[in-house]
Each structure stands twice: as C-alpha cells, then as structure tokens.
C-alpha cells in the first residue's frame, strides 16, 4: 500500500510542477514597439523601379503606423515630386505619383512612424527609375511538395515559431510569371485552403523565386504563406495541452488557392491553385497516455479497472476543445483522478 502512496505521490507531484510551466494563452507574437521600423518595399539587389509603377508603399513599424503627412517622393536636389498619399492593404500608406516616374533619375522616398512610447526618426530609401513596362496580367504557376510526416516548427501563436509540433505537412511552390516579377515588391498575397483563408503575406512577402520572405513578417502572429499542415499526435484531452493555440487542416484532401492583389492597380490578377492531399499515420503510439491521464470529459483505465466504456478516446475537438484554465491543464483535475486511483488500488492492495 505504502509503495502505491509513494509512486502516486510522485506523480502527482510532478503533474503539479508541469502545471507551473504551461504557459497561458497569448494573442500575438510581437515585437517591443518599433522594433521593426518603415520599411519600402523595393526590388532586390537594387533594381530598378518601373516609371509607371502605381503606387510606392511605406510599410508601417510592426504593430504601429504611419504619419501620412511625412511620405514624401523626392528629387536629388530635394525637389518634392507631386504625388498623393492614401492608405493602403495592411495598413500601409501609398504614395501615387501625379505623373509616370522618369527613366534614368534618382529618387529618395522618406517616411516617419508614429510609435506611442518612444520618439522616432524619418527614414528614407534611395532607387532608381527603369523604363515603363507592361502591368502584369498572370500571375504564374503553382505546385505543390510530397507531403511528409515529422516534427516542424508552427508559427502563428505566442511562441514565435518556437514551438514543435508532429504532424503531416507539405510546402506550395510558386514560380512568378515573369511579367509579374518587376511589379513584386508591391504585391501582397493570400492564400486560402478550400475557400477559407488560412495565411497573407504583406509588399514584398514572396522572393522573386517564389519564396516566401520571412524578414516583412518577424514577429507577426500569422502562419507561414506556403506551409500547410495538419496536427497528429494529438489523441484525447489528456495531452492537448501540448496543441498550438491555432488551428491544422483537418486530414483529407484539400485546394490551396493562391492570391495576389498588385497595390493601388486596377487589374486582378489571376488566382492560382492546386489540390493536395494530408493523411496522419495511426495514433496508437499515444493513446497509453492519453488514456492513463483522462480528461475532464472522460474516464480513465488503469490496470484492468476501466471506468470508460470507449476503448480509445476521440481526437480533440479544436473547435470545443478541452477543460482548460488560463492555456494550461485541469491540474486539479488531474490529481483528483490520480487520488482516486490510488485509494482504488490501495484496496485492491488490502
């Protein structure tokens, strides 16, 4: 009897200190004020800008804005180049020039954010101006990896890409049309799984190889463009409080549409898509666990003795979810059932 005490003692001591180090739930993943400051989406490596780009866009610092009154469009000689300045997607501030931009001449556009605890400076960015090209009207291709199962990182919550999960992913690739890659930096993308949105990505958001440019979206609460996924080895309520405060791709088959809106153009660019398919491998390795800790809205089944007519628990319902307070377990809760278990088999002992 002493010896079923001790073990469950121990136990219950450790589910406690477990308990200390949940974290509680957070709604975004961001950086001190200002961290990150204006930003200009420009091309790569210097390239030139086209003379009748539609709008030039100043991305505000992360979690900020920016003085509209400051954007301003200017000459080598400091010469104010006419020009309006209106919001734009992500709130952005755009500035649109009078007239097309001149082949060949250097230009500075400066900016100044507004941060609420701390004095900010006006930044500027120096470019030059390209000949006038076609506005795009494609948008290019799209594909998709071989999923694979494994443990990845998940960006979308408090813990900043910190966390890993086990589960089933794949990867989209894009490949720019070409006539849409000269106009990238302004462009901002979405993409939606069967219709429902599931990531965006702000001005410059996608290389142009296609790649998704993590630098524009440090620190922000939002997944990753391209990566799609779903959660496996989550088998019961017991062991979800492991589960990302976000929500997977249910397994099956699926249509990830991929968008892009050019800003301050008027023309819509086509949308890209392709069909994919996530499957989890059995979750047998788990349910042990899940079923020797229960869950507040189930039994449990330890040593013959099953309380719990279901063989298996079901998967969590990330939509109901589990009996939880402040993000972490019903550590009480916990340690009611152990006690209970303990005095059954303390009986059984005698």
């Not at 920016?66 to 997607?89: E, H, K, N, W």
């Not at 190889?209 to 959660?231: A, D, K, S, V, W």
């Not at 377990?329 to 059932?337: C, F, M, P």
Request: aromatic content about 6%; hydrophobic content about 35%.
């Amino acid at each position: 009897m002493h010896e079923h005490t001790w073990k469950w003692s121990t136990v219950g001591m450790f589910l406690l200190g477990m308990g200390a180090l949940i974290p509680t739930s957070a709604h975004a993943c961001a950086a001190p004020n200002c961290m990150v400051g204006v930003r200009f989406p420009l091309p790569e490596d210097g390239g030139a800008v086209p003379a009748n780009i539609p709008g030039l866009v100043t991305v505000p610092p992360l979690l900020e804005s920016v003085d509209s009154s400051t954007v301003r469009l200017l000459l080598p000689d400091g010469t104010q180049v006419p020009a309006t300045v209106t919001p734009g997607a992500h709130q952005t501030q755009v500035l649109v020039p009078d007239a097309p931009l001149e082949p060949g001449t250097t230009y500075r556009i400066e900016a100044k954010g507004v941060c609420q605890f701390q004095p900010t400076q006006t930044e500027s960015v120096t470019f030059t101006a390209g000949p006038a090209l076609p506005l795009p009207t494609t948008t290019g291709t799209l594909t998709v990896d071989t999923p694979s199962q494994g443990i990845f990182n998940v960006y979308g919550d408090s813990s900043c890409g910190n966390r890993q999960v086990e589960g089933n992913f794949t990867t989209l690739r894009f490949t720019p049309s070409p006539e849409l890659v000269p106009f990238l930096p302004w462009v901002h993308w979405t993409v939606e799984v069967d219709g429902e949105p599931w990531s965006y990505a702000k001005h410059s958001g996608l290389t142009s190889t296609g790649e998704e440019n993590l630098e524009p979206r440090r620190y922000e609460y939002n997944r990753q463009l391209l990566f799609l996924y779903t959660f496996c080895d989550y088998v019961g309520c017991a062991d979800s409080y492991n589960r990302p405060p976000i929500e997977s791709l249910p397994p099956g088959r699926h249509r990830a549409t991929l968008k892009a809106t050019l800003e301050h153009a008027n023309i819509t660019l086509p949308p890209v898509s392709v069909d994919f398919e996530l499957s989890c491998a059995a979750r047998v390795a788990n349910v042990g666990m899940s079923q020797m800790l229960g869950c507040s809205d189930g039994g449990t089944e330890m040593d013959g003795g099953i309380v719990n007519e279901d063989p298996l628990p079901e998967p969590v319902d990330t939509k109901k979810g589990c009996t939880q307070a402040g993000g972490g377990l019903t550590v009480l809760g916990l340690l009611s059932t152990l006690s209970l278990l303990s005095r059954r088999n303390s009986r059984r002992a005698n």
